[in-house]
């Protein structure tokens, strides 16, 4: 009985984008288990393995607990904060002193708190002085917010949770979401409308096995896949012609287009049959309620901006948004993926503000009570070329917080490269062991999720809690307070007076977003929040309603450009930058791969439960064909080869994949080992999901 928990707080969980609500059950103030939130508008009573096991990856004997300054080659020492934080500011200031204000950047998250991700981008650009920074949502929501931005005027995903439930079709596009968002497919599961689900995906994933239409296209021909739909639709006369006519623009330009995709080319290029490809059509046209659902698959593309409009342009042409159970719905993949989007300072200045509109700067600098010549007056480079300055030799110095670019970012063999050649490397992390802590000259400990206060906002535009319910380990401080402390040793501690706590930065937030299409202004304050189960942006504080707890956008058909309207965007596809060869015939498909491992698992590989889960060795998944054909039996170890690495992977072999496709999931630090640095050219996002490759069997 001495062990039972006395009390119960309740919080968001931290590890994808759903936003699961927690109930963590205290005993003497500190978290000792979790139960799933039944009453919360999200996750009704459910959670992943993830989530159940949050508390458990806080305890683990991998955590930074003290600043570590590296002495030699793999040998770090521990020193006390204000070594540490004397020497960031030293070695920083010499850096900028030499080579310019823009030789230092930093890289920030999508996992940290809302008013962190604020907090950090203020101190680097309008405190430090630096111009570029960007986070690793540029890896994975980067697309969706251009084609949202270009689309509806902002970035501006428009549905709610509810809509996975009111649909009477779903179609989900290089989503999976049974593993990737769990609980947001049980959400489907209750669909009480017997729904048609759809999924578009070159592999037979869990969620293909359980749809009801798998379209296994060919990879990368989702884009002209969805002209030709796009063509069928006109040409059988089923497209909502009052909507499109009253709400939008650059149809007749989309209609001209798209001609030149007739069937008989789509099915040519995608390798989907007739047959299924007018199903789909049909299935369009019938529902009452159709919504488009996409991740990962269209998102890291090197065409994912304009694969995600022709998605938009599909729910526009149709009618199929601004209602229950419709939209073209982007799915985040972190937990405050929405809160980087908006308020990290990297692509938009803070509050969806654009750092080239003199007005914008000049609304920032007000609320902030900072001069306005210390925001900068030009955008930041994007992650692929900050990593590009420090090969050029133009960035000497960078701030790593809460991700783990060294696993992670495309190309790991050149990027690792490239870290090593800084003049100086931070790394600021719950943990001392990840990848890129291995290259750091000094290692700033952070506490983690359940250890700080704040906010997340999830893929539905939901503000959530984030509560401290635990002792952060040894010296290790919250990002806030680090971010509070490095401002004093830089000497700019003045201008963050108004920045004292995350409660307090939070009003700051509702004052940034006041007048923008993210306006929050109206919630008062985080008790608000909790009684209210969370409250989705926009939520003015003219507003006179109560609180609406399925807050769908674009309900009176206006969207956010100046004439009201949303655009028709699209372009031709282009050709994918490495095509299988005849030295490299293989396709290589990465992905998720489970829904007990987060990301690089720097968290979850902590947790026992979660690695009993998932195999701790990397995989292969191989079609039959191809194994029969290259001798490769089932566990067989086998090296996989792009032109720039080389891996060795355990066979799995399934029907999962085509014949010529293979698929590797990016939780393991090999992976990235063989993906190819190419980007998208309208959001610069990498494009993980397809390079040619070979296996060799010894
Ligand atoms: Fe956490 Fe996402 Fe799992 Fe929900 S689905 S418990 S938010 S990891």
Redesign the pocket.
Known sequence: EKNLPDATTQM?????????N?NIHLKNGEGVCIS?TTEYP??LG???????E?LSVLDSPDRAVSPLVKKSPNHWEPVDWDSALSLFTSKFKAIQEKHGDESVAFLSTGQMVTEEMAFLGALAKFGMGMVHGDGNTRQCMASAVTAYKQSFGFDAPPFTYQDLEESDVLVFVGANPCIA????WERVMRNPHSPQIVVVDPRKTETAMQSTLHLQIAPKSDMPLFYGIAQLLIQKGYVDADYVREHTEDFDDFKAHVRDYPLERITTETDVSQEKIEQLVELIHTGKRVSFWWTMGVNQSYQGVRTAQAIINLALMTGNIGRPGTGPNSITGQ?NAMGSRLFSNTTNLLGGHDFLNDRHRAKVADILDIPVDRIPAENSLPYHKIMEGILAGKIKGLWVICTNPAHSWINQGQARDILDRLDFLVVQDMYHTTETARHADLILPAAGWGEKEGTFI?AERRIGRVKRIKRAPGQALSDFSIFKLIAQYWGCGEMFSQWSSPAEVFQLMKKLSAGQACDFSGIEDYTAIEEQGGIQWPFAASETEPPQQQRRLFEDGRYFHENGRARFVFSEPTRMPEAPSEQYPFVLLTGRGT?SQ?HTQTRTRNSDVLRKLYPNRIYVEINPEDAQKHSVQPNDLIFVESQRGRLKARAFITQSVQPGQLFIPMHYEETNQLTDAVFDPHSSQPSYKCCAVRIINE
Do not use: S
């Open positions: 968001v969980c931290g590890f994808c984008g759903t936003g699961c927690l799933p999200v996750n459910m959670a992943c393995p993830k989530g159940w949050a968002h769990p609980i947001m937990c999830n829904a987060w």
